[in-house]
Every structure is written in C-alpha cells, then in structure tokens.
C-alpha cells in the first residue's frame, strides 16, 4: 500500500509539472462568471490544453483553491503546466492590452482609436455622442476634451465604455486638482473654462517649454477683452471639411469656434490636453506679450506690439528679413 501511495503521489507531482500547452503561440482562455471549477477545466480543455478535464478539476478540488478561480480573459503560454494554471487562475492574472489616448486628439480620433481596439466590446459605437455621456453620468456634456490623455490598460473582452469612465473620471481629478493651483489673479471663471483654455494651448505648442508663454498671452488677451485670434480653433469648427489647408475665407466664416469672429473661449474645448497643458492654463507664464507666431522649428516667437509681431511673421513664415 505505501508503495502504491508513494507511486500515486509521484505520478501526480510529475503530472503538475507537465506541459499541458504546447506549440509556439498562447491558448486563450476566457472564463465567464459564474462558471464551476468543473466549468473551468472543461473550457481549458475545449481552448487547447492538453489534458483530461477530470484531472484538472480533480486538481484544483484536492489543491482547496476551487473557489477562489477568477472569472476572466486569460493567456496560457506555451509550456504552461497544471500548477502553472491553477495559480494565473487564482491571483486573476488576465491578459491585459493597452488603449493609447494621445495627447491633443480631438474626439472624432478618440472614436476612430476605440474603434480599431478589436479586444475591447464597442459598446459605445452605436450611441450618439449624447446617449454616451448620459451612460457615463454626463447628461448634457459635450465629450470633446473630456478624456484625459493617458495609456489605459484592459482585459480583452472589455467593454470600450469601461475605457472611457476611466478617462473621464481621470481627467476629473487632473482637472480639480489644477484648478485648485490656479493662480490668483486668473480670468477664468471656472475649471470648465480652464480645460477649454488647456485644449487650445495643447494644440497651439510646438515646444514644451512654450505652453505656459503661450497661455500667458491667452490670459492677457482674456483680461483686456482682445480676440484670442487662434487657427486650432477655426480649425475645430471646420471639422471634416478642413482639408489641411486654412484659407482667409475660413478665418472670416463664423462658427461656435470661430475665435476671429467671436470674442473670448470658445463653447467647448477642441482637444485633450495633457497635464502641463492644464497647469499652465492655470498657471501662465507672467509675460507681456499679446502675440506669437511660430518659427518654423517647434518654438515660437513671443511679441508685445503688433508691429513687433508683423515683423516676426515677415521673418518667419514668410522668409523676409
């Protein structure tokens, strides 16, 4: 009996420590809630592994951590053994994939990105841009620059509107906490206005070390009434029909976002900003300059007359001394 016993014992040591995947690519495995620890190794059987299914839910029956498999989407590597299994199944060890939002994307490009995402569940793709802020508490708000800017990982299977909470809720508090830091003497009346702020210098900084220059002149323009005079938001308002090419019409056609025609910040942000952006909306640079116009090598030029300015753009975009 005791050589029996010794045997039995052996052969299952020697069994756990076995491959039960083979090949060169990984079995997925996707446990959906609810399902029995005989559910379980009935589906890792059905996925590829190479294993009696009895012997697996004997397994974790005689390991005493049944109850504790996690449902999810797992990856099991080649050469994966039974204990192996057991464990990524127990500490939930699902597979994860990674959604990048970037920096200055407008909403219609955050759409097209959660829309290439062929692990991620498109739950959102057949809302309107109002039933999907609804869904995410947000009845009434505009989505565009409500996201922040971040790489959010998620399992496969996920849905795409779980993605965007996290988003939403992360740029909630990047922007209460900046809002918090604003500076005393500020114009803008609110965080809603500070994110709008935010997204135009995002879009408007070629160079890093620019934004809070660039959103000091913004602010001064603010304080005295002047037209912010920006292209990204003209830009904006054009939507599909900007063709990458900004005419004189375009700055003469009046939008929401027309920053030519109207005066002060536009209705809505027109962009993501990063966390600097939303700093230095809050905390400009203290400058005197009321222009700016890019040098053709990611820096700008800062004026405090528009005579100043005039023979900066001569200089700079048109190539005259």
Do not use: C
Not at 61 to 66: C, L, V
Not at 95 to 113: D, H, I, K, M, P
Not at 265 to 272: G, V
């Amino acid at each position: 009996m005791a050589l029996v016993l010794i045997g039995t014992g052996g052969a299952a040591f020697w069994w756990l420590h076995q491959p039960i995947v083979g090949g060169d690519t990984p079995l997925e495995l996707a446990i959906e809630p609810g399902t029995t620890p005989r559910g379980v190794a009935r589906d890792a059987v059905a996925a590829g592994a190479r294993a009696d299914a009895r012997l697996l839910y004997a397994w974790f029956r005689f390991s005493g951590q049944d109850r504790a498999i996690k449902a999810g989407n797992y990856e099991l590597p080649p050469g994966t053994t039974p204990r192996d299994l057991l464990q990524k199944l127990v500490r939930g060890e699902e597979s994860l994939r990674a959604l990048t939002l970037v920096e200055g994307w407008n909403w219609r490009q955050v759409r097209q990105a959660l829309a290439r995402e062929e692990q991620l569940k498109p739950d959102s793709a057949g809302l309107t841009d109002e039933a999907l802020m609804a869904q995410l508490g947000r009845p009434g708000v505009r989505p565009e620059g409500r996201f922040f800017p971040d790489t959010y990982t998620y399992a496969k299977g996920s849905s795409d509107m779980a993605v965007l909470r996290r988003a939403l809720h992360a740029m909630d508090r990047k922007l209460e906490a900046v809002w918090a830091q604003r500076a005393a003497d500020t114009p803008l009346k609110s965080a809603d206005e500070a994110l709008i702020l935010a997204s135009i210098v995002e879009k408007e900084t070629g160079r890093a070390s620019d934004r809070p220059t660039i959103a000091g002149v913004f602010t001064n323009r603010l304080r005295i009434g002047m037209m912010l005079q920006t292209d990204p938001t003209v830009i904006y308002g054009l939507g599909e029909r900007f063709d990458g090419n900004l005419r004189r019409r375009d700055l003469l056609a009046d939008t929401p976002w027309n920053t030519y025609t109207r005066n002060g910040l536009p209705p809505t942000p027109i962009a993501m900003p990063g966390k600097a952006s939303l700093l230095a909306a809050v905390q400009p640079a203290q400058t005197r300059a009321l222009y700016f116009v890019a040098k053709g090598d990611g820096a700008s030029h800062f004026s405090e007359s528009l005579e100043e300015h005039n023979r900066a753009v001569n200089r700079y975009q048109r190539g005259q001394q």
